[in-house]
């Protein structure tokens, strides 16, 4: 079993629709989550950091984290053809970022105009 | 540059040869770090660096891999006798310090092994 489980999709949704990604872990050392976008052909670039469970915002995303279920989400309101990418989880152990982190297996996203 | 830099962005090569791949982080960013992504994958940790120390190798596969950041600045993956399954692509990413800020990634180095 993996230690992050994350499904694949594809997923593809019409332009403006609420996106609900989702991951689950399995070991409780993961103390810090992270969500990625990655482009085809490009880098991960980073999305949403977070440490404690709860919810935190930017813009049109939300990050959630509920550490007791081991259970992360990420919510893109009024989807864009531009969030049109691979959505990659990403954990880290301990209390210190050392950078050093497990990914998800990515979720491909299509918004559709 | 503006961000980080890996040369070459293909390499196809055969079976038993060796491999180069290098990375040029983002100026000041004292650490860099190493991940495989293969198709279909999330990326993978192999190896990051503190200035020009290894801090963590624990994600090198076997001892085919090996890294080196000798001036603390640029950093070259290496892998001997290259396997088939070393088909992915190599990503390289930097951030200012070991225990913060985010990781700056580059575009990657796609490698296929014939």
């Known amino acids: 079993q993996k230690e992050v489980e994350q499904d694949p999709g594809p997923l593809s949704v019409p332009e403006g629709a609420i996106v609900s990604l989702n991951c689950t872990y399995s070991?409780?050392?993961?103390?810090?989550f992270m969500w990625y976008r990655q482009y085809s052909r490009k880098g991960p670039e980073l999305l949403m950091y977070?440490?404690?469970?709860g919810n935190k915002e930017d813009g049109r995303f939300t990050a959630q984290v509920d550490k007791s279920s081991k259970y992360i989400s990420l919510f893109i309101r009024d989807s864009q053809p531009s969030d049109s990418a691979t959505y990659l989880c990403?954990?880290?152990?301990?209390?210190?970022?050392?950078?050093?982190?497990?990914f998800g297996q990515g979720t491909t996203l299509q918004v559709k105009p | 540059g503006a961000g980080v830099s890996q040369t070459p962005s293909n390499k196809v090569t055969e079976k038993g040869k060796y491999v180069e791949l290098r990375c040029d982080p983002i100026?000041?960013?004292?650490?860099l770090y190493w991940y495989r992504q293969s198709l279909g994958q999330g990326p993978e940790f192999l190896i990051y660096?503190?200035?020009?120390?290894?801090?963590?190798d624990s994600g090198l596969p076997n001892d085919r891999f090996f890294a080196v950041r000798p001036e603390g600045s640029v950093s070259t993956l290496k892998i001997q006798r290259t396997e088939r399954g070393d088909s992915a692509v190599y990503l390289c990413?930097?951030?200012?310090?070991?225990?913060?800020?985010?990781?700056?990634f580059g575009e990657g180095s796609r490698l296929t092994v014939l």
């Open positions: 990403a954990m880290g152990k301990g209390s210190s970022n050392t950078g050093k982190l497990i």
């Open positions: 070991n409780s050392a993961f103390q810090y």
């Open positions: 660096f503190q200035g020009t120390g290894a801090a963590d």
């Open positions: 100026s000041g960013h004292t650490a």
């Open positions: 990413a930097s951030r200012t310090s070991e225990n913060t800020g985010e990781l700056f």
């Open positions: 977070t440490y404690s469970s």
